[in-house]
Nanobody, 124 residues
Framework: VQLQASGGGLVQTGGSLRLSCVLSEYGIRSTYTMGWFRQAPGKEREYVTS????????VYSDSVKGRFTISRDIAKNTVYLQMNNLQPEDTAVYYC?????????????????WGQGTLVTVSS
């Protein structure tokens, strides 16, 4: 399984971006739970959100709840992260991740497959 993340860029405070993550296989249609994590310079990788394999269970970290939305397009084998009202503290490299053996986890070690990351920079 290969994941390709894209959509990062530079945005001003209060702006929006939508990240995409494409799976190379039939992952979305099967039993892959998808997650988004982020890592700011000098900090540990942080859980952002995840969507269970059946699409029924979306979880968000407190820091993004109400501003970010995870969704998927099964036909395109793609998971999205819509980010609104971005703040400077959201600046980080964002990674998508996937795993078949879980329904939900905030632990990056629970995910076996990772994309290469896409940089989001929010200017103040």
């Amino acid at each position: 399984v290969q994941l390709q993340a894209s959509g990062g860029g530079l945005v001003q405070t209060g702006g929006s971006l939508r990240l995409s993550c494409v799976l190379s296989e039939y992952g979305i249609r099967s039993t892959y739970t998808m997650g988004w994590f982020r890592q700011a310079p000098g900090k540990e990788r942080e859980y952002v959100t995840s969507l269970s394999w059946d699409g029924r269970h979306a979880v968000y970290s407190d820091s993004v709840k109400g501003r970010f939305t995870i969704s998927r397009d099964i036909a395109k084998n793609t998971v999205y992260l819509q980010m609104n009202n971005l703040q400077p503290e959201d600046t980080a490299v964002y990674y998508c991740a996937a795993d078949q053996g879980i329904r939900y986890s905030t632990n990056p070690l629970a995910y076996h497959y990772w994309g290469q990351g896409t940089l989001v920079t929010v200017s103040s």
